[in-house]
């Protein structure tokens, strides 16, 4: 690392050092690429995007500490399997690449990916409905079915300013704890799955639950919370059917994508 990233990172676009890459992909990791790729199309269908900002990482499968993120620079509808780049615990680019990662992608990710074991996908995104929610001072509350699933895994995470100083890594690892979700004050909100499956179903039921609130309070009118032993039944259902593989959802998106734009894939 140099010394400005040990002290914190001046601008988006981290100094690029890079290592070499122990070999060709391997078939698990072209999986893993085009799921990354796909989520970030499908983020860009959905209008989660934000220019060319915000970001969704993935490991890559195998011993080492490598994960895939988004060049700084592309918008979330020019993202290919082959245009990510791979990145190690560090920061350092591994391999060779025309792109530098986002700092800030790097100070959030990087400290997730090194902290949990489980943490295979995570999903950092500015939607209208997120950062409204994370302004609010009661957060996230179980107003709906959706919601619900949220309830006892969701973290807060005060804003500190954009995500640029190394030392916040331990915050946001000590605020996210082993919750599903993390609400970023002020800023977003971010999602962790096992997957890039899972990380994109808990973001869009995070997104869903999000506006469904927002759309009741802004009624004016007093809301309905179900008693406390409905909620937790239910995020108890919600946490049992998680147990599974939770990518009965993705199949249906990756077809949506395959009828019309394929090229996510190359």
Not at 19 to 42: K, Q
């Amino acid at each position: 690392m140099t010394q400005e990233s040990t002290l914190g990172f001046t601008s988006f676009e981290m100094p690029v050092t890079s290592i070499p890459d122990t070999g060709p992909a391997t078939e698990a990791e072209v999986a893993v690429r085009r799921d990354l790729a796909a989520a970030y199309r499908l983020c860009a269908d959905f209008g989660w995007d934000d220019l060319i900002y915000t970001h969704i990482s993935a490991r890559v499968p195998g011993p080492e500490h490598h994960f895939l993120v988004n060049p700084l620079g592309l918008a979330f509808d020019e993202i290919t399997a082959s245009n990510l780049v791979k990145i190690d615990i560090e920061g350092r680019v591994v391999g060779e690449s025309p792109y530098a990662p986002n700092a800030a992608g790097f100070v959030i990710h990087g400290a997730i990916h090194g902290a949990r074991a489980d943490a295979g996908c995570v999903m950092h995104l500015h939607t209208e409905a997120g950062m409204a929610l994370s302004i609010l001072e009661e957060g996230l509350l179980p107003l709906t079915q959706h919601a619900m699933r949220f309830h006892g895994k969701v973290g807060y995470h005060d804003y500190e300013g954009i995500a640029l100083t190394l030392d916040e890594q331990q915050r946001f690892i000590a605020d996210l704890g082993a919750n599903t979700a993390l609400i970023l004050r002020n800023h977003g909100t971010l999602t962790v799955g096992r997957s890039v499956a899972q990380a994109f179903v808990e973001s869009f039921y995070l997104d869903k639950s999000a506006r469904t609130q927002l759309l009741a309070q802004a009624t004016g009118r007093p809301l309905r919370v179900p008693p406390v032993e409905v909620i937790e039944q239910t995020a108890l259902t919600w946490a049992t059917d998680l147990t599974g593989s939770n990518d009965r959802e993705w199949p249906s998106l990756l077809r949506r994508l395959e009828r019309t734009q394929p090229g996510y894939r190359d």
